[in-house]
């Protein structure tokens, strides 16, 4: 007789970045807004745009710790209603956010600076060196602060990625200013402006395209879900696992659902327990939801094992099987036990 036992794992990491984090951000945030006053004011006296630049930057590194708080506290949301989640991807939309708006800043400054290799301005540069020796300070002590709080969170390493840029900002603007001052070349202001947007560009890709891949339900970075696939199908009494979808709820959070038909008179909960424990402790997977039958008794052993997902549909290997009574629209690719041979 077919059984079915559906499981979800527990002990779930769904907990929400604690309140040490928010000390550790809010901190941040007041020490960069008021140095970025003073640094606008500076900056335009100077007629510095590598510090003026850098001022914008810390502009964005301040809204960037504001969407960071906003989303902790709408991820510590219950899940109710069809948000069955939570709001746990506010964090992600606040990196998605982060990382749009250093590639959009990047392309400004880019112009800006470009504008200024061909036509450079009187600039002071005992001014500039003075004041971003005292920002690489200010953000020194802003980078201590946001490493004390959770970074496996993509949502607080979006913030960490803006600080750690605007400090390497700050130290080519530093350069350039020491530049000025010594050698008269204004140019050096532009450059290090330039310097600034490759970071921003290298910081702005990343969380980009790390925030896309988890609203893509891409699986997470480093995990092979085929290598998974098989790895499960190798397990005792597993003769095929099918629609295995592995995907990230939020930062730190993977999932995991799937089909596991087992061979005939297999202890299916015995199946799902042991590879609950294994998704848990080898690939740090504990929100698994599996679904256990037993594989059809009818037919020879052999026939057992080579039973397919449906017509037209592709093994692991490419190869096309014979349809099954299970699953006749699988997705994804299926993974199998190979037929033992005498």
């Known amino acids: 007789m077919t059984e079915h036992a559906h499981s979800h794992g527990h002990g ?13 951000l809010r901190a941040a945030l007041l020490l960069l807004t008021a140095y970025m006053a003073v640094e606008v004011v500076i900056g335009v006296l100077a007629q510095s745009l590598a510090l003026i630049s850098d001022a914008a930057h810390m502009l964005t590194d301040a809204v960037s710790i ?10 510590a949301r219950p899940a109710r209603g069809g948000y069955t989640y939570g709001l746990k991807r ?73 600080i750690l ?38 910081a702005g890709t990343g969380l ?29 009494e597993v003769v095929e696992v099918h629609d ?14 799937a089909h596991i038909l087992v061979a005939p008179g297999g202890d299916c909960h015995k199946v799902r327990r042991n590879l609950q424990e294994l998704l848990s402790g080898g690939y740090g997977i504990t929100h698994a939801t599996l679904q256990v039958d037993h594989l059809g008794e ?26 099954s009574e299970h699953c006749e629209d699988t997705h994804g690719p299926v993974h199998r036990q190979e037929p033992r041979r005498p």
């Open 12 to 24: 779930h990491s769904h907990g929400v970045s604690p309140d040490a984090d928010r000390r550790w």
């Open 66 to 75: 504001v969407l960071a708080l906003i989303a902790m506290r709408l991820a």
């Open 90 to 162: 506010a964090e992600i939309l606040s990196a998605q956010a982060n990382g749009i708006t250093l590639l959009l800043l990047s392309v400004w400054l880019a112009y800006e600076a470009v504008q200024r290799l061909i036509s450079p301005p009187a600039v002071t540069g005992g001014l500039v060196l003075i004041t971003a020796l005292s920002g690489i300070v200010v953000n020194l002590i802003c980078t201590w602060l946001l490493s004390r709080a959770n970074r496996s969170s993509l949502n607080v390493e979006g913030a960490y990625q803006h």
């Open 165 to 202: 840029t605007d400090l390497f900002g700050f130290v080519a603007t530093a350069i350039s200013g020491l530049i000025v001052l010594t050698t008269g070349f204004t140019r050096a202001d532009a450059i290090a402006s330039l310097v600034v947007v490759a970071l921003m560009l290298r």
């Open 208 to 236: 980009v395209r790390e925030s896309g891949r988890i609203f893509m339900e891409a699986a997470p970075a480093g995990l092979d879900p085929d290598a998974l696939g098989e790895r499960l199908v190798s397990q005792d």
């Open 244 to 257: 295995l979808h592995i995907w990230q709820i939020t930062s730190g959070q993977p999932a995991l659902s």
């Open 298 to 323: 009818q037919g020879s052993a052999g026939d057992v094992l080579t039973l397919g997902p449906g017509p037209g549909h592709a093994a692991a290997d490419g190869s096309e099987r014979p349809g």
